[in-house]
Structure formats: structure tokens, C-alpha cells
């Protein structure tokens, strides 16, 4: 089932002593991030929000967004900030253009399964690998597997169960997980 927020950013660490934080985008666009945006934190997208903030700068950088937040002036208080998902009300998002589009923040904690091998783990991660984006996958105890998000992989997405079917090529498991 769809959680009632949508997660759009992923703070990841704070950055000088302004108060700014480098995030990861969630989204498609990153123009979506404007001055004046308000957003609630969140630590996964089926929890409750522990705070709000109102966005105040916006600047892209090859590692990510650096974003200030109004009330965040100083390294300490954007350490506390890190951590946490930005997250909006879902009926306050853009709308999609079509049916096959979803929200990249949908999918983070989805389960992955393999066709052949089963569950392969949750989704904890979107990397952007310069023109298609790769599925971080983690399973206790094992290494991240790093799935392409490609139609020839991902066979189906489906957000309301939480899963995403991939069959996936020969070899990459064992890459990863170093079994045969």
C-alpha cells in the first residue's frame, strides 16, 4: 500500500558551517526543490514525521543537492537533520504523467525477488549511473547487490504490494553474493 507521504530527498551529510546539507535527490527533477518548499522529515516512508522544515537555498553539485533549510544556520544542527528522508503529503506531489511512471521514493524499501532465486532483499537505494539508474539491494548479512534498472531486467514494479520482479542476467549474482 502507497504511504500517505512521498519520500523526495535523502540527507545525507552536512556540509560546511552555513548550515547546508548534501542530499540525494528523489526525484526526477531536481528543479522540483525551490526556495520556500516545505517538507517533512521522515526516517523511512512508512514512519511519522519528527520535524519540518521550509527549504531556503538550492544549489546542484556533481555529488548532489546542497540544501539550506530556514532555521538550520550552523554544521550541528544540519548533523542532526542528516539521516532523514524529505518527504511531502502524496496529494501535495506532482501529478504522473502516465501509468508506467512511478515515484523513485516508492520503491525504496520494496522487496526484490528474483524469479529464480527468490527474495533478493530490500531496496534501500537509487544510484544514478549516468543515464539509467541501478537498484541498491540489501539483504542482512550479505553483500548489496546492484541491479540495472533495465526493462530487460526489471520484469515488474508493483508499488501497492511493495515488490519489484527482476530476472536477472546470468552471473550477476554470483558477482555479489559469490555463490553459484
Known sequence: MKSPRLLIGYL???????GDILAKSLTDDDARFTEGLECLLVKNKDCEPH????????????????LGFRGCDDRETARRYCGSYLAVNREDAIEL???DEFYSGDLVGSRVI?????????LIDLIDAGGSEVLVVHKTGEKDVLIPFLKSIVQSVDI???????????GLYELYRGQS
Open 12 to 18: 545525507r551529510r552536512a556540509h560546511g558551517v552555513r
Open 51 to 66: 520535524g519540518k522544515v521550509t527549504i531556503t537555498r538550492v544549489r546542484a553539485t556533481p555529488s548532489g543537492l546542497l
Open 97 to 99: 504523467r502516465d501509468e
Open 114 to 122: 528474483d524469479r529464480t532465486l527468490g527474495d533478493l532483499g530490500e
Open 160 to 170: 501497492e504490494a511493495g515488490t519489484i520482479e527482476v530476472v536477472l542476467p546470468e
